[in-house]
């Protein structure tokens, strides 16, 4: 891998961004609209926003980032600009790591947002720091991003890149312990959940959410999330294809 290239790609893609309002607008503004139209349907039981809306907070950015970063992803590679590119002296290390820097970097303002809405405008209740909320929130969005990148390999089209959302985000959302802990799942499920990285993305929402300082688990839980992201980047740049069969 070479940094100079990396930031170029990186460049090379947030221009892009620049010209494309409706997935800027996909990426930081559904987020906000999301969890304030979450904040209202819950307008007369504020406990229960504050309950799930700390781990909705981490889950929104991981889905607008994986729909908006395969699609994107994908039409580089259909309109033969990823052909083009790695007939040049481009590593497919550089190309992944450009995309997930600039990404990146819309999923850091996209954090900043979201987090500030949530806490500040929508009264948000956590016991923890908001800097530890804008933490994983941020590294759910890279992890989102990585998925994205690592699932436009195998789609031949933008429609099949969408439908890769019912078998990659939706089995992770039901299991996550959104809605019942996962210690209450049936064995096999509470196993699969278990493996899932987006089940450590909510736990690790909640630990902020209950406790005041940062504990064992949420270390735990960010460095796995974390390390999630890396590894399918990681496989996304072994897997990634030149054009689409």
């Given amino acids: 891998m070479n940094a100079h290239r990396t930031l170029a790609t990186a460049a090379r893609v947030l221009r892009q961004l620049r010209h494309d309002p409706r997935s800027i607008a996909l990426m930081l503004l559904v987020p ?18 504050d309950s ?10 991981l889905i607008t980032m994986f729909l908006v970063t395969s699609i994107a992803t994908l039409r580089e590679r259909t309109s033969g600009t990823l052909e083009r590119l790695l007939a040049m002296p481009l590593a497919k290390g550089d ?25 500040w405008a929508l009264g948000l209740d956590v016991t923890g720091s908001a800097w530890l909320l804008l933490l994983v929130a941020l590294l759910d969005a890279l ?8 699932v436009s390999a195998f789609a031949a089209s933008e429609f099949q890149a969408v439908q890769f959302m019912p078998a ?22 509470e196993a699969i959940s278990n493996a899932l990285p987006m089940s450590y993305a909510v ?13 064992g688990a949420f270390v735990r839980d960010a ?13 996304g740049a072994v897997t990634l294809r030149r054009r689409t069969a």
Avoid: K
């Fill in 52 to 61: 799930i809306g700390a781990s909705l907070l981490g889950i929104f950015p």
């Fill in 168 to 189: 990659v985000i939706f089995p992770q959302l039901l299991l996550c312990g959104l809605f019942t802990p996962r210690d209450n799942m049936a064995p096999a499920l």
């Fill in 203 to 215: 736990d690790g929402m909640n630990e902020v959410l209950h406790h005041p300082s940062i504990t």
């Fill in 32 to 49: 906000c609209v999301m969890l304030l139209l979450l904040r209202y349907v819950f307008d007369g039981s504020p406990q229960t926003f």
């Fill in 143 to 150: 992890l989102g991003t990585a998925l994205g990148l690592f």
């Fill in 223 to 235: 460095v796995i999330v974390a390390g999630c992201a890396v590894l399918v980047l990681a496989l």
């Fill in 95 to 119: 190309l992944i790591a450009g995309y997930a820097l600039a990404f990146g970097f819309v999923a850091v303002i996209q954090s900043l947002l979201a987090t500030g809405l949530a806490l």
